[in-house]
């Protein structure tokens, strides 16, 4: 039953990563690319208001502050950074970088959940890291170094803040640990997004049910069931689900863009599976003397 039940959360876990992996064709096909924040506006607000009418519950107490850290880490300051990132790298390379979040939170897991990094997580991440580089191509000759430096500021503070998410979650529901981040991360979002780009662009109606399909799924059930994993999995397992992400994407490029796939992208995904498979395997279990 208690295996049942680890695979059970696995499975919920890997939604997040799958249905963000949409988000790359989404935008691409459908979506304006003149206003990246407005569009992070776009993406969270609504997402946060669905969220809270489920949990209808607001922070107080020491949370209030707690909401804006993790807020400003997992939806706040990693849009902004990933914003730069997008619009000074290859997106091979981002994505090869953004792939380090596996080994981000295995060590952000042993350092604040004391969650010991074992052998099999740990090779499990490096396999899934060199899928992702192999998957999308990345040549990292003549990269900005702006860019490499937001694309891994990115990765620490989306891994920090879930990481810090598992530690300081205890009862709260995943729900509510997710309409509270998404409403904190929402205010900085909107902030940059009136200074750096002013008024909000006009809509039209594809790009409007884009935004919904990106904010309702892609945000909204993808964050509440990335929450859920993190209460019921190691962080080194759930951020290895996370590499699911750039399969996702590069899969859904072949299928709704006619983008080009060959052995190379083969064999990276096959990586990539295989780093994810090993990395949430539990370890045979030692024989008890008897």
């Known amino acids: 039953m208690e295996q049942k ?17 949409s988000v790359y064709v989404v935008t691409r096909q459908f979506l304006p690319a003149e206003s990246p924040l407005w569009g992070s506006v776009f993406r969270a607000v609504p997402a946060a208001i669905i969220l809270f009418l489920v949990s209808r519950e607001l922070p107080r107490g020491q949370w209030i502050w707690r909401s804006f850290v993790l807020g400003f880490l997992t939806v706040g300051g990693f849009f902004a950074l990933i914003y730069v990132a997008a619009a000074t790298l290859p997106s091979g390379v981002a994505a090869t970088l953004m792939s380090t979040a596996a080994a981000g939170m295995l060590l952000f897991g042993w350092a604040l959940l004391g969650q010991r990094p074992r052998l099999l997580p740990v090779a499990g991440a490096l396999t899934g890291i060199a899928g992702v580089a192999i998957m999308v191509g990345a040549s990292f000759s003549e990269v900005n170094g702006w860019g490499v430096a937001a694309s891994l500021g990115a990765m620490a503070a989306s891994s920090l803040g879930f990481v810090l998410t598992a530690r300081w979650g205890g009862s709260i529901a995943p729900v509510t640990l997710a309409s509270w981040q998404l409403m904190t991360g929402s205010v900085l979002v909107v902030i940059l997004a009136v200074v750096f780009e002013g008024a909000p662009p006009a809509l039209t109606g ?26 019921h999995l190691p962080a080194a397992a759930v951020g290895a689900i996370g ?10 490029g072949v299928i709704v863009a006619g983008e080009p796939f060959g052995p190379t992208q ?8 295989a780093g994810v498979v090993i990395a949430i395997a539990r370890p045979p279990r030692q024989a008890q003397p008897s």
């Open 5 to 21: 039940s680890r695979v059970g959360w696995i499975l919920l876990t890997a939604v997040a990563p799958i249905v963000w992996g």
């Open 206 to 231: 594809t790009e409007i049910a884009g935004f919904a399909y990106i904010s309702v799924i892609c945000t909204a059930l993808a964050y509440f069931a990335w929450f859920t994993g993190l209460r």
């Open 243 to 252: 590499l699911l992400n750039p399969v996702s994407g590069v899969v859904l």
């Open 266 to 273: 083969a064999l990276g995904i096959a990586l990539v599976i």
